[in-house]
């Protein structure tokens, strides 16, 4: 079994349809979308959604009747969390248990609370593992490894799990990127692609994962393409892929299809030939 992740250095930078794009040209994969943040995977692979586990983290305080009003979880509460009316909002909330320690009625009480829901999708292209999470959580690594373990137990030996991981440098990439055999950075040639692609490199190299890039939309800014191209052979990070702009994606994207499969212009050549050097 082998894994293979994608990841970029912030959100927009074409991620998830190059991903999409292997997807619908490569058999035998068994997919995970670990993007938990912002998951659009599953717009374009139609998941027909076959098993659901509860994702519960974090314990958070619930109220009870007991409340006399005397506002010292308010005042001990580090993260504002708490408003005049003793009302916790749950998304403020970091879980640090101080309101419940203070308490001198007893009044809070510390509970498990679930967050979101991970699921099991059957597509056309393979077995998939995403996850939702609930309005106003965010992502942590425990969520996005909890996806991973599932895509692996799902996976038989001859199987590449191929994950569509978290844009950034936070916990959420890192929980993708720690155990995998191949990391696949997707940057774009702009002022901020280069300067995130310098962190996420850093990032990689910090993880020992065999990293390589593949620049999108690299016919937008040929001087900037020719820039990453210096910086990835400075950081002996080998360049894959250089794949062209189309306003095809979008229209894939609206067709709600891969967009090897909504076309097969050159756009799609490129993601094919990508696609052979990382797989091997
Ligand atoms: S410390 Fe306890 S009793 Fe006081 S306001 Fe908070 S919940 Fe209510
Ligand atoms: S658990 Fe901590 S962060 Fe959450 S409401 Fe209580 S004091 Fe504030």
Redesign the pocket.
């Known amino acids: 079994m082998k894994k293979i992740t994608i990841i970029s250095g912030k959100g927009g930078t074409g991620k998830t349809t190059i991903t999409a794009g292997f997807a619908a040209i490569e058999k035998n994969l068994i997919l995970a979308d670990c993007d938990v943040d912002s998951p659009n995977l599953q717009i374009l692979l139609n998941p027909e959604i076959k098993e659901t586990k509860n994702y519960i983290e974090l314990l958070k305080?619930t109220k009870t009747n007991k409340c006399t009003k005397c506002g010292k979880?308010r005042e001990?509460?580090n993260?504002n969390?708490?408003n005049t009316e003793i009302e916790?909002n749950q998304s403020k909330?970091?879980?640090?248990?101080?309101?419940e320690y203070i308490c001198p009625e007893n009044a809070i009480k510390m509970k498990n609370k679930q967050i979101g829901t991970i699921y099991k999708s059957k597509t056309k292209y393979g077995p998939f593992i995403h996850a939702k999470l609930k309005p106003g959580e965010e992502a942590s690594g425990k969520i996005v490894t909890q996806v991973q373990q599932w895509a692996q137990k799902t996976a038989n030996k001859n199987n590449t799990i191929l994950i569509d991981g978290s844009p950034g440098i936070g916990c959420p990439v890192i929980a993708s990127i720690k155990s995998t055999d191949k990391t696949l950075i997707v940057t774009e040639p702009t002022v901020s692609g280069i300067h995130d692609l310098k962190r996420i490199i850093e990032l990689t190299k910090h993880f020992q994962t065999k990293t390589q890039v593949c620049i999108n939309k690299h016919d937008l800014n040929p001087k900037n393409t020719k820039k990453i191209t210096e910086i990835c052979k400075t950081q002996k990070t080998p360049v894959i892929g250089k794949i062209p702009y189309t306003q095809l994606t979008t229209k894939a994207m609206i067709n709600k299809q891969p967009i090897t499969e909504y076309t097969d212009t050159e756009i799609t050549k490129k993601i094919k030939k990508t696609w052979k050097k990382l797989k091997n």
């Open positions: 305080p979880c001990i509460c993260f969390a708490i916790i909330c970091e879980g640090c248990a101080a309101c």
